[in-house]
């Protein structure tokens, strides 16, 4: 069985039918950003995008001005895992976090190509910039169960950081089924989890449960500073995985009634723009500051599933009267995009 957002260790592969560079009018772009590119991950510092994805067999970071020149950036290699090791295969859903004056890159991996030995891990790097110094491997995290992880995210609440990720109750495959869960634990350092994790989300709703998959967390403020942590539902293999959210209550982050669960998802297919499955998204502010815009993965073609058909794209967000995310329908790759506000 397939679980999470599975990708082969090859390189992300591009072709015809996966070619984005139709000219766009001036002053405007054109989704997709890359022609190939799953759980797209983005952060923003001193004025520069530092972008990530998943390759499959190594951590790669592009380095942009602008989000939507994100194909005339060239990706750096900072990391390939070594043979033989419990993370050397299977490298997924890289995310990085500016935390303590370092850089920290967090993504899944396995060993032998093996599901049920899947976990999270961590890298470390002290230089200014991600792109520049040296990259240590701090090892694995993990909360005291130590079970199945993926798609690990950092948010932070009232001056205490979390970690959230997707991942099994036991440490049963049978058990377990492909059914994933979000979980939240207290983060002792960028690299160590203390106590055990509480299950703050599962599949509750019928657009969820095609896969029984919530993966993908990732936390996002409105103007108003409300904190939301958006989540991917159904299974990446599907046409219908879709981004969910949960809104956070106040109160104490680990308990699962601080959370929020919104019946109905937020983002979904468009057939009619021929976006499938998109989901697995991060976050980005405009240059200036002024707009909230979404990174996310999508499929142009029914039943492409969870390969390297998958490809970036952006389009901003809006906000309702009550501070609530409006993000439309999936731009198609004929619509002409006004770029982030700069």
């Known amino acids: 069985m397939t679980f999470g957002c599975n990708q082969s260790d090859n390189e992300p592969s591009s072709n015809d039918d996966n070619d984005s560079s139709v000219v766009a009018e001036e002053n405007t772009f054109k989704n997709p950003l890359l022609s190939s590119g799953a759980d797209p991950w983005v952060i923003k510092r001193n004025g520069t995008y530092y972008y990530t994805h998943t390759t499959g067999n190594k951590l790669q970071i592009w380095e942009t001005k602008n989000m939507e020149d994100l194909s005339s950036a060239s990706p750096k290699t900072i990391w390939t895992p070594p043979s033989g090791e419990e993370y050397s295969t299977q490298i997924w859903a890289p995310e990085l976090h500016y935390i303590n004056e370092a850089w920290y890159m967090y993504f899944a991996a396995t060993s032998n190509n093996s599901d049920k030995d899947r976990r999270m891990f961590v890298l470390e790097n002290t230089a200014e910039s991600p792109m520049e110094g040296e990259w240590e491997f701090k090892g694995k995290i993990a909360d005291e169960t130590d079970q199945w992880a ?166 901003q967000v809006h906000w309702d009267e009550q501070g609530f995310p409006d993000f439309g329908i999936p731009a198609g790759r004929n619509d002409q995009l006004t770029p982030p506000s700069s």
């Open 150 to 315: 993926i798609d690990g995210t950092v948010v932070e609440i009232a001056d205490e950081k979390y970690f959230v990720w997707s991942g099994w109750r036991t440490e049963n495959p049978e058990v377990n089924s492909g059914r994933q869960q979000l979980y939240i634990a207290r983060m002792e350092n960028p690299w160590s989890l203390e106590g055990s994790r509480v299950m703050i989300s599962e599949p509750d709703y019928e657009w969820e449960k095609n896969g029984l998959v919530n993966e993908g967390p990732v936390a996002w403020k409105n103007p108003n500073g409300e904190l939301f942590m958006f989540y991917s539902g159904s299974g990446c293999w599907t046409d219908d995985y879709k981004i969910g959210v949960l809104s956070f209550e106040e109160g104490d982050p680990l308990d699962p009634a601080s959370w929020k669960k919104h019946q109905e998802p937020v983002f979904e297919k468009s057939e009619i723009n021929n976006v499938y499955g998109p989901g697995h998204n991060s976050f980005f502010k405009s240059p200036d500051g002024s707009e909230d815009w979404i990174l996310y993965h999508a499929n142009d073609h029914s039943s492409d599933g969870c390969t390297d058909k998958r490809k970036p794209r952006v389009q």
